[in-house]
């Protein structure tokens, strides 16, 4: 559940590197011209074996040995991203930050790099200082800016695109919410936030939500962790049943 | 999963090879025919770095017949120096096989967009075989982008007659020749080649979609009502659907259903852009 959720972002990859139409029956272009390129075949190998793995800890694996084979790679993004999904997903959230700026530094204007860094920079447990929350903001607004800009791959199934799109939305949702709560300004983060709820479900998000909720008093907030543990991943949950202890207050500290 | 097993086949292979030469080359040769097969169903599953792998080790078995789905999955994968090294290679291996040139025609026209170099490969394919329908179709498609539609127009009718002998269910140049009739509003043919696109294959929305624009061009809009709804519903991102179905509706008077198709069209543009769907 929570590996089809956090590698939505992957569908992005998929979009991206398929000149997907290539042997349907038509005669339209390819959906983007400007493809990372393997120099070698034992470099495509390689970033396959990232796209096959079937694991979060095996696409760790597969993603580093990737990106210590190959630093100079038109894949490093990717390669990095996934690896930091899943790092993320493993709760292993230094590592994951580790990647996503590898992945940022390799492309500044990837969204699904944006979005991750933005969201280690708000995630709960990690220390937040103003400064740090503007810049995780700048992140979500340059993502979300560039998402409009985005036009549907030729032969991209609609549904898949919707779901992508919606999971970036959501990415940035969540983060300028999770700014404006940790700025304490809890109304406007609970229009942020059910917003980003209300396009993807994530556990993170659902947390967060639950965090507001127990902040503001509302009884809602024992339900909203209830489904944050239901989704995952582990460390999401782990959070959440803090939230639920009545003697333990979860504000954006390690439980 | 698919690797590990071709890798313990490699080593009961080495045994029996040690065991016995004749066997051992027998099993060789399945095994590398495996590979291919396993490489080839992989790719049209979409399974395409799956498909890579289980392609490379069936040419490390000496296959040369992997050369050419190789090149076609990297083409998938839109790895433009890879395709064109290993298409060279399948041309080497096989230079009387039409297939690859037909490859790399599509390569060329859709990947490169060069129509002229494209429709060379599309010709070297029908040198070596001229029954190549679909190569024929291509070569067709590619003359309509260079302005000689009087040219390819037999060419298309020629793939459809041979299509319709192979009782293949390709239903490009019906569609092909459907927009050209379209265009000088020779609306009955246009209507036929249509309808037998959509017969062949009415889950494709551009099929659908043409097939409502020519219904209302021919001022039949209780047709073209029901099959832009079919393209809509096919492919909610096929937002030319949307625009002219509220012109559509329009025209019948339903002005709500017109204005909630516009509404639709206005609010699925932010979402999907204007990209060109098929």
């Given at each position: 559940m929570a590996w089809a959720n956090v590698n939505s972002?992957?569908?992005?990859?998929?979009?991206?590197?398929?000149?997907?139409?290539?042997?349907?029956?038509?005669?339209?272009?390819?959906?983007?011209?400007?493809?990372?390129?393997?120099?070698?075949?034992?470099e495509l190998d390689a970033f396959g074996a990232i796209m096959e793995a079937g694991n979060p800890v095996r696409t760790v694996e597969t993603a580093q040995q990737f990106l210590n084979a190959y630093p100079n790679s038109e894949f490093i993004v990717y390669a990095a991203l996934a690896g930091a999904d899943s790092s993320c997903d493993l709760g292993k959230l230094s590592q994951c930050a580790g990647l996503a700026r590898q992945a940022l530094q390799a492309n500044p204007n990837n969204i699904d790099a944006l979005l991750l860094s933005a969201r280690l920079i708000v995630a709960p447990g990690i220390e937040n200082p103003?400064?740090?929350?503007?810049?995780?903001?700048?992140f979500a607004a340059t993502a979300l800016d560039l998402l409009k800009r985005k036009t549907i791959p030729t032969a991209s199934e609609a549904g898949v695109w919707l779901r992508t799109r919606n999971s970036f939305e959501a990415a940035g949702k969540y983060v300028l919410g999770s700014v404006e709560f940790l700025d304490g300004n809890l109304d406007s983060a609970r229009v942020l936030l059910d917003q980003a709820v209300a396009l993807?479900?994530?556990?993170?998000?659902?947390?967060?939500?639950?965090?507001?909720?127990?902040?503001?008093g509302d009884s809602g907030a024992q339900a909203m962790a209830a489904r944050a543990i239901a989704a995952g991943p582990e460390w999401v949950a782990s959070f959440a049943r803090e939230l639920l202890r009545p003697e333990k207050r979860v504000t954006n500290d390690q439980p | 999963m698919w690797s590990i097993l071709a890798r313990g086949k490699g080593n009961v292979i080495l045994a029996s090879f040690c065991l016995c030469a004749v066997s051992a080359t027998t099993l060789r040769s399945q095994d590398a025919s495996n590979s291919l097969a396993n490489g080839v169903q992989s790719l049209r599953q979409g399974r395409t770095f799956v498909a890579?792998?289980?392609?490379?080790?069936?040419?490390?078995?000496?296959?040369?017949?992997?050369?050419?789905?190789?090149?076609?999955?990297?083409?998938?994968?839109?790895?433009?120096?890879?395709?064109?090294?290993?298409?060279?290679?399948?041309?080497?291996?096989?230079?009387?096989?039409?297939?690859?040139?037909?490859?790399?025609?599509r390569y060329r026209f859709q990947v490169e967009k060069d129509v002229e170099t494209a429709a060379k490969q599309f010709?070297?394919?029908?040198?070596?075989?001229?029954?190549?329908?679909?190569?024929?179709?291509?070569?067709?498609?590619?003359?309509?982008?260079?302005?000689?539609?009087?040219?390819?127009?037999?060419?298309l009718l020629k793939s459809v007659q041979l299509a319709e002998q192979s009782k293949s269910s390709f239903y490009l140049p019906y569609q092909s020749l459907a927009e050209y009739y379209l265009q000088l509003n020779r609306l009955e043919e246009a209507e036929s080649m249509i309808g037998k696109a959509v017969a062949l294959a009415p889950r494709v929305a551009?099929?659908?979609?043409?097939?409502?624009?020519?219904?209302?061009?021919?001022?039949?809009?209780?047709?073209?009502?029901?099959s832009l709804n079919a393209a809509i519903k096919i492919d909610p991102a096929f937002l030319q659907a949307y625009y002219l179905l509220s012109r559509v509706l329009s025209a019948m008077g339903d002005k709500d259903g017109a204005n909630r198709r516009l509404t639709e069209f206005q609010t699925l543009k932010d979402i999907y852009g204007l990209g060109q769907r098929q």
């Amino acid at each position: 559940m929570a590996w089809a959720n956090v590698n939505s972002g992957l569908l992005g990859i998929v979009a991206l590197l398929c000149a997907d139409m290539a042997f349907a029956q038509t005669h339209a272009p390819p959906s983007n011209s400007t493809s990372p390129q393997a120099k070698s075949r034992e470099e495509l190998d390689a970033f396959g074996a990232i796209m096959e793995a079937g694991n979060p800890v095996r696409t760790v694996e597969t993603a580093q040995q990737f990106l210590n084979a190959y630093p100079n790679s038109e894949f490093i993004v990717y390669a990095a991203l996934a690896g930091a999904d899943s790092s993320c997903d493993l709760g292993k959230l230094s590592q994951c930050a580790g990647l996503a700026r590898q992945a940022l530094q390799a492309n500044p204007n990837n969204i699904d790099a944006l979005l991750l860094s933005a969201r280690l920079i708000v995630a709960p447990g990690i220390e937040n200082p103003p400064k740090h929350r503007m810049e995780a903001k700048t992140f979500a607004a340059t993502a979300l800016d560039l998402l409009k800009r985005k036009t549907i791959p030729t032969a991209s199934e609609a549904g898949v695109w919707l779901r992508t799109r919606n999971s970036f939305e959501a990415a940035g949702k969540y983060v300028l919410g999770s700014v404006e709560f940790l700025d304490g300004n809890l109304d406007s983060a609970r229009v942020l936030l059910d917003q980003a709820v209300a396009l993807d479900p994530r556990g993170e998000y659902l947390l967060r939500l639950a965090m507001l909720c127990a902040a503001k008093g509302d009884s809602g907030a024992q339900a909203m962790a209830a489904r944050a543990i239901a989704a995952g991943p582990e460390w999401v949950a782990s959070f959440a049943r803090e939230l639920l202890r009545p003697e333990k207050r979860v504000t954006n500290d390690q439980p | 999963m698919w690797s590990i097993l071709a890798r313990g086949k490699g080593n009961v292979i080495l045994a029996s090879f040690c065991l016995c030469a004749v066997s051992a080359t027998t099993l060789r040769s399945q095994d590398a025919s495996n590979s291919l097969a396993n490489g080839v169903q992989s790719l049209r599953q979409g399974r395409t770095f799956v498909a890579i792998k289980a392609l490379r080790i069936a040419l490390a078995e000496g296959n040369l017949h992997a050369h050419l789905p190789l090149a076609e999955a990297y083409f998938v994968l839109n790895q433009r120096k890879l395709f064109k090294e290993e298409i060279a290679l399948a041309k080497a291996a096989f230079p009387l096989d039409p297939e690859a040139f037909y490859v790399e025609g599509r390569y060329r026209f859709q990947v490169e967009k060069d129509v002229e170099t494209a429709a060379k490969q599309f010709q070297l394919a029908l040198v070596r075989s001229a029954d190549h329908y679909k190569a024929l179709c291509y070569l067709g498609i590619c003359l309509r982008e260079m302005r000689k539609e009087e040219e390819a127009e037999p060419l298309l009718l020629k793939s459809v007659q041979l299509a319709e002998q192979s009782k293949s269910s390709f239903y490009l140049p019906y569609q092909s020749l459907a927009e050209y009739y379209l265009q000088l509003n020779r609306l009955e043919e246009a209507e036929s080649m249509i309808g037998k696109a959509v017969a062949l294959a009415p889950r494709v929305a551009m099929n659908q979609f043409l097939h409502g624009k020519v219904a209302w061009a021919a001022k039949k809009n209780d047709v073209a009502v029901v099959s832009l709804n079919a393209a809509i519903k096919i492919d909610p991102a096929f937002l030319q659907a949307y625009y002219l179905l509220s012109r559509v509706l329009s025209a019948m008077g339903d002005k709500d259903g017109a204005n909630r198709r516009l509404t639709e069209f206005q609010t699925l543009k932010d979402i999907y852009g204007l990209g060109q769907r098929q």
